[in-house]
Structures are given as structure tokens and as C-alpha cells.
């Protein structure tokens, strides 16, 4: 009598997957707030230089920009991870994600601008 073999408990996830996933999903949170700071710094600069004849009014479009722009970079990367979480190419572009995103923040703090 033959006893037939156990095969082994399937992965629900492979590690690759779950790394993409959990990456991807840091970035989109991150870059969906860097995204909505940027929009809110262009909305109030834009309020701002109709009132206002300061020539420094516009600086905040260069902080608009300088937030504003890694988050959709990010988030556009975040979202491909995402999509592609089961080839070793969503993890890579989550990675992306999370690095582009993460580079104003470490910016800001490098140059003491958030430190107290």
C-alpha cells in the first residue's frame, strides 16, 4: 500500500509581492500627501500674488513645484509597483517610489529647514 505524499502548504504570497505591496502602499500615501501640499502651495500662492505686489509671492511656486513634483513621479511609480507586485519589477518600482518621494523630506531635513 502506497501512502500518498503531503505536498506542502501553498505561499499565499511570494516575499517579492508582499515587499512590492507594503513599499508601493508607503509610497502612495506619501506621495498622495506631497501631492495634495503641492497643489494647496499653488492654490495659496496663486490667491496670494492677485492681493499681493511682493516680487517673493512667487517663491511659492517653486515650493509647489519642489513637492508637487516628486509626488506625482512617486505616485505614478507607486500605482506601477502596485500593478506589477508579482514580478520582481513592481518591487524595483516601488523602491523607485519610496526613494523619489522620500527625497524632499530628506532634502528639508539635511538642510535644518524642519529641524527645531
Known amino acids: 500500500m502506497t501512502v500518498p505524499a503531503t505536498a506542502a502548504p501553498a505561499r499565499s504570497a ?9 513599499t508601493a502602499g508607503v ?17 495659496e500662492t496663486e490667491a496670494a500674488s492677485v492681493t499681493n505686489d511682493d516680487p517673493l509671492v512667487g517663491i511659492g511656486f517653486l515650493i509647489a513645484l519642489f513637492i508637487g513634483v516628486p509626488g506625482l513621479v512617486g505616485l505614478l511609480l ?17 523602491i523607485l517610489a519610496a526613494v523619489v518621494v522620500s527625497a524632499p523630506l530628506l532634502f528639508l531635513l539635511g538642510t535644518g529647514s524642519l529641524a527645531y
Request: proline share 2%; aromatic share 12%.
Open 14 to 22: 511570494s516575499p517579492t509581492r508582499t515587499g512590492a505591496l507594503v
Open 78 to 94: 507607486a500605482v506601477l509597483g502596485w500593478v506589477f507586485a508579482r514580478h520582481v519589477a513592481g518591487l524595483v518600482l516601488a
Open 27 to 43: 509610497a502612495l500615501v506619501i506621495a498622495l500627501l506631497e501631492t495634495a501640499f503641492g497643489a494647496w502651495c499653488w492654490m
